[in-house]
């Protein structure tokens, strides 16, 4: 798969914003194949990511790009791997302990509170889980990995530099999430939230498109999350 000079260019654009936390989910009427293969993907991409806590360039390379309809938000990841760490497991396995991955959380109302987290590896294997709560103010961390999104769909697809996954998220399925505060985004909607990569190859290193500014490790602080705004 190759990018076109002009996705390059949109690519560089967003790489030298000043770290607004706001990005752009664009509204699509294209049809989109959860099949991993980013030629026809049209919207443009974020990144590179940085090191999640640091702001650190990556060693490698990962953009993504987000996009939406009245029914599914669309999400395609370009991860740059030269050692791809891994293999095909069964759906929910923790495969963010060992596996090279993508992963996207979502707290649309930024409590911290009944968030989602869904990740894939470069082998399509994926998981949906629930975080009900990651304070003592709410009784400690407690999450829900039997937690299913109906319609849920993440295909990665290996190819020479790497690995490319698409990811199709139902707004059907989000808004059965008890307090979770989802509902169906309209043109101007904001949800606070972060796309991040797990990368095991030949460093280990956690990366995020929003880095943290408080310096904190590990991927849960959902105060520090980025804001996602529905457009056209």
């Avoid at 090191?51 to 395609?76: C, F, P, R």
């Avoid at 889980?129 to 769909?153: N, R």
């Avoid at 008890?178 to 985004?185: H, I, R, V």
């Avoid at 991927?219 to 980025?226: D, S």
């Amino acid at each position: 798969m190759k990018f076109s000079s002009f996705l390059y260019l949109l690519i560089f654009f967003y790489s030298i914003h000043n770290y607004s936390q706001t990005f752009p989910v664009y509204k699509t009427t294209d049809k989109i194949t959860i099949d991993g293969d980013l030629t026809d993907w049209k919207t443009p991409f974020l990144g590179p990511f940085v090191i999640h806590n640091s702001g650190e360039k990556a060693t490698q390379n990962t953009m993504v790009s987000l996009s939406w309809n009245d029914e599914n938000l669309y999400i395609a990841y370009h991860s740059i791997d030269s050692k791809i760490v891994g293999k095909a497991q069964k759906k929910d396995s923790k495969i963010y302990e060992a596996d090279d991955l993508v992963e996207v959380f979502i707290d649309p109302d930024g409590d911290g509170k009944n968030y989602l987290e869904i990740g894939v590896n470069a082998f399509s294997t994926n998981y949906d889980m629930l975080i009900k709560c990651i304070s003592p103010e709410c009784g400690g961390w407690k999450t829900a990995m039997k937690f299913d999104i109906e319609g849920l769909e993440a295909v990665s697809k290996i190819i020479p530099e790497g690995f490319d996954t698409e990811i199709k998220i139902p707004f059907s399925s989000l808004e059965k999430i008890e307090n979770g505060n989802f509902s169906k985004p309209k043109m101007g909607t904001k949800w606070k939230a972060n796309t991040f990569r797990i990368d095991y190859g030949n460093t280990t290193e956690y990366l995020a498109l929003q880095d943290y500014k408080s310096l904190k490790f590990g991927f849960h602080h959902p105060e520090e999350f980025a804001v996602f705004e529905f457009v056209e």
